[in-house]
C-alpha cells in the first residue's frame, strides 16, 4: 500500500520542516536578543535616573552648605548648621539664633523668641485658612 511519495519527496518534506525548525530558532533567538536590549534599556534608563537623582542631591547639598554656617550654640554648645540670614531653633535647648548673611550668630532675647514665634504661627494660620 502506497502513499504516493517516493525517496525525493520524502527528502523535500524532510528538508522543509528542517528549514521551518531552522527559521523558527532563528525568531526565538531574534526576540531574545529585542527582549535582552529592551532589558539593558530599561536597567541603563534606571541608572541615568539614579545618577541624575543623586547629581540633584549633590546639587542641593552643596547649595545648602554654602548657604549654611556651622556655629555652636550660645545657649548650649551643641553643634547646629543654620542657613546664612536666617533665624533658627536650637534642637537641644530652644534657643532662638539669627544668623546674619555673612555668618555671624547671636542669640535672640526671650522676647525676641517669642516675637519669632508669634509671627510664624500667625503666618502658618494665614496659609491654612
Request: glycine share 8%.
Amino acid at each position: 500500500m502506497g502513499f504516493g511519495f517516493d525517496l525525493g519527496d520524502l527528502i523535500d518534506i524532510g528538508l522543509q520542516i528542517a528549514r521551518s525548525v531552522e527559521a523558527r530558532d532563528e525568531l526565538n533567538a531574534a526576540q531574545a536578543r529585542a527582549q535582552a536590549s529592551r532589558n539593558e534599556a530599561e536597567r541603563m534608563r534606571h541608572q541615568a535616573a539614579a545618577e541624575a537623582k543623586a547629581l540633584e542631591n549633590r546639587r542641593l547639598a552643596e547649595k545648602i552648605a554654602s548657604e549654611s554656617v556651622g556655629i555652636d550654640c550660645q545657649g548650649c554648645g551643641a553643634k547646629l548648621a543654620v542657613r546664612k540670614g536666617s533665624i533658627s531653633f536650637c534642637a537641644y535647648c530652644g534657643s532662638a539664633i539669627r544668623v546674619t548673611a555673612e555668618g555671624k550668630a547671636s542669640v535672640l532675647s526671650p522676647e525676641a523668641r517669642k516675637a519669632v514665634i508669634d509671627r510664624a504661627r500667625a503666618e502658618h494660620d494665614k496659609n491654612n485658612q
